[in-house]
């Protein structure tokens, strides 16, 4: 059935940087399709994190990189009952024009998240939890310590541009036709992570995938993935 005025969740965080000096970078985040499993999955999330705490008393913020695996397993048992994404990134395979240029690495990272919110997006409408024709609003939360530390240009255009109005691919003449045709608002949100427990579970998720993808272990309770800039 679909949902009557939606306003679609989207939390994320990295892992690794756009950079020559890590070979994986990854986004990943949680999708929230109801204030009200947010707040459901805040009060379990921080139930645990409370619980940690006591084991990692030098750490103001717990994240993928200073847990244990059996605690960070805790947490990912957790997450992994609701809707999550991640974008693989290989950055080997990333023209060093673009690895070089920080206003290129700041489009390219703007792409990235374009395209795993188009590819959520067109499959929420697959699967009729979205009507395009019913107005939608997207609400995007983003580490601002991310968005310091790489950039960003035109996000909320450039998803408003692709999901609204379609795109040209100039270099392959190839028309992509828009996905939304009711009312669309893009919201883009830059938070601190250190007091947003879903930046911080996005952290968990983008760090597992990371991780997870390095030791070529199974992916395969993330709902929404995708690999730039194809498939690694």
């Known amino acids: 059935m679909f ?28 999708i929230f399709l109801d204030s009200l499993k947010i707040n459901t999955f805040l009060n379990d999330y921080k ?14 913020e717990l994240k993928h990189s200073n847990l244990k695996y059996k605690d960070t397993k805790k947490l990912i048992n957790l997450i992994n009952n609701y809707l999550t ?3 693989i990134i290989d950055n080997n395979k990333i023209y060093k024009s673009i690895l070089k240029n920080p ?15 188009k590819k959520i997006i067109k499959e929420l409408i697959n699967d009729n939890i979205i009507n395009p024709y019913f107005n939608l609003i997207i609400k995007i939360y983003i580490d601002e310590s ?6 960003y240009y035109n996000l909320k255009d450039s998803i408003y541009e692709e999901l609204k109005n ?11 036709s828009n996905l939304i045709y009711g009312n669309l608002e893009v919201l ?19 760090g597992f995938v990371r991780k997870s993808y390095i030791q070529k272990n199974n992916l395969d309770n993330i709902n929404y993935l995708i690999y730039l800039p194809k498939k690694c």
């Open 166 to 176: 379609g795109m040209h691919n100039i270099k392959n003449n190839t028309n992509f």
């Open 3 to 30: 949902m009557t005025n939606p306003i679609i969740y989207l939390t994320i965080d990295d892992s690794g940087q756009l950079s020559k000096r890590d070979n994986i970078m990854t986004f990943g985040g949680l």
């Open 85 to 87: 994404f991640a974008v």
């Open 188 to 206: 883009i949100n830059y938070v601190d992570s250190y007091s947003n427990y879903l930046i911080q579970a996005s952290d968990i998720v983008a």
């Open 103 to 117: 206003k290129s690495k700041g489009r390219y990272l703007d792409y990235a998240i374009k395209m795993i919110v």
């Open 47 to 60: 139930n645990i994190i409370n619980s940690l705490k006591r084991k990692y008393p030098k750490y103001q």
């Open 146 to 151: 991310t968005f310091k530390s790489n950039g």
